[in-house]
């Protein structure tokens, strides 16, 4: 480990602990489409929902790609990676999980429920980017 780079253990702390969360998607024309989203990291993923004819659902049926983001801008951790529809329901510690999270409910039926498996993670720290810039990949 290079000195001053962020340790995963950082990089997990902020991925659970943000309340609201930035993703970017891309629609159909190549036009880029970013919203805030409620979400639960959990075992190396991002679960989040969203309603069934929203841009963000639409975009990431056509494309798949996408950029999360938590919501700390001085201390961001950036995933990249792939978002595909849940074809299970969440299990119940995640939806356990979103509900002590938001007091909300983490139900399909009210929208698909989106998995994202990040390819790779930024995370940095303003003011030190130059010593603590970290990638981590997946």
């Not at 991002?46 to 950029?67: A, D, H, I, T």
């Amino acid at each position: 480990r290079s000195k001053g780079l962020l340790s995963w253990k950082w990089a997990v702390e902020r991925l659970s602990k943000s309340h609201n969360y930035w993703i970017a998607t891309t629609r159909a024309d190549g036009r880029p489409h970013c919203v805030g989203v409620w979400g639960i990291w959990s075992a190396a993923r991002f679960y989040f929902s969203s309603g069934r004819e929203s841009v963000k659902s639409r975009n990431l049926l056509w494309q798949p790609y996408c950029v999360v983001c938590t919501e700390n801008a001085s201390r961001p951790v950036v995933l990249e990676g792939i978002a595909r529809v849940m074809t299970e329901p969440p299990n119940f510690r995640l939806r356990a999980a979103y509900k002590q999270k938001y007091k909300y409910d983490l139900d399909p039926a009210m929208g698909p429920v989106f998995v994202l498996r990040p390819t790779v993670a930024f995370g940095l720290v303003e003011y030190r980017m130059q010593k603590t810039a970290t990638r981590w990949k997946f």
